[in-house]
């Protein structure tokens, strides 16, 4: 409806098969959305992320922020989708994912789609998939941190922008406790 506003904050940090999908439809002017979220994938887990956002009238505004790593065997895919219909005039939507690769076995693919039926409009996305920085790596091991502790830093470093937008303290703090031990090697 009209200045409505919706936060979606998720984290999946288990599960054999996690699926979440979200569809959020923009019907009344000045109406906005941020959309927060973090996932961990080990062992041959899969997750499976949809965003669909639909603006249907003018001055609207979006933001998604997804952040995840995989490792072992693990996998993911994050469906990402931004329509902006004809009379969305002045409507803002950024759609932003990125995943962190720490194996061979994992994967992630990330499916950003803009529909733009508006040209008075701002839209964007932006998505990345890779590995650790070996220069990062070999920067902090050689300050003498271990190779575990060194990979735990920079896999803390990449969840942070993720984690500093969700304005629950708590919920803040329990995401970072579940990635520090989903992070600790038997």
């Known amino acids: 409806g009209r200045n409505a506003r919706i936060n979606w904050i998720f984290g999946c940090f288990g599960g054999r ?3 979440i999908k979200t569809e959020t439809l923009f019907n009344g002017e000045g109406s906005s959305s941020e959309w927060i979220g973090a996932f961990l994938g080990n062992d041959k887990r899969h997750i499976d992320l949809t965003t669909n956002v639909y603006h249907n009238v003018p001055n609207t505004s979006n933001n998604i922020l997804a952040r995840g790593v995989m ?6 895919v994050h469906h990402g989708l931004i329509r902006i219909e004809k009379p969305a005039s002045k409507t803002a939507s950024f759609l932003e994912s990125h995943s ?13 789609s803009l529909i733009i039926e ?3 409009v ?17 920067y902090l091991t050689s ?5 575990e502790d060194a990979e735990r830093l920079i896999v803390e470093g990449f969840f ?3 984690l500093r937008k969700i ?20």
Not at 167 to 184: A, G, M, N, Y
């Open 17 to 19: 098969l996690s699926r």
């Open 71 to 76: 490792k072992d065997n693990s996998s993911s």
């Open 100 to 112: 962190l690769l720490l194996s061979e076995g994992a994967s992630s693919n990330p499916i950003p």
């Open 118 to 120: 508006n040209n008075d």
């Open 122 to 138: 701002r839209a964007t996305h932006a998505a990345s998939v890779g590995q650790i920085d070996e220069d990062k790596m070999f």
């Open 143 to 147: 300050r003498g941190i271990s190779h």
């Open 160 to 162: 942070d922008p993720v």
């Open 167 to 186: 304005p629950l303290e708590d919920v803040q703090e329990r995401f970072r406790k579940v990635i520090e031990e989903s992070l600790v090697l038997p």
